[in-house]
Nanobody, 124 residues
């Protein structure tokens, strides 16, 4: 059974850094686009970042540009999200996703693979 498992979330002070990981298992995700979403309490889930299968194309929501970096290691079947200069408004559960097309990942609809999420809490 194919699945994605996130890790790396924790409590961090504002201005700090975290690196989230998303490990794929059960199948190779090297031919899929992958991405990160987040959901804060009482808010809708929102797109954060996406990367194409080769890593050559990335896209971000405006509020994280210049602070977050998405990357992948296809040999390890793993996706990453490096988060720097964290702000309290980045507090959320972060989910990784995978789909055939990067446009599908960005849209967040009809995405076949979702992880269970990892909690990131940024204190002020």
């Amino acid at each position: 059974q194919a699945q994605l498992v996130e890790s790396g979330g924790r409590l961090v002070q504002a201005g700090g850094s975290l690196r989230l990981s998303c490990a794929g298992s059960g199948r190779s995700f090297s031919n899929d686009a992958m991405g990160w979403f987040r959901q804060a309490p009482g808010k809708e889930r929102e797109f954060v970042a996406a990367i194409n299968f080769s890593g050559g194309t990335t896209t971000y929501r405006d509020s994280v540009k210049g602070r977050f970096t998405i990357s992948r290691d296809n040999a390890k079947n793993t996706l990453y999200l490096q988060m720097n200069s964290l702000k309290p408004e980045d507090t959320a559960v972060y989910y990784c996703t995978a789909a055939t097309l990067i446009s599908t990942v960005v849209a967040g609809t009809n995405v076949p693979y979702w992880g269970q999420g990892t909690q990131v809490t940024v204190s002020s």
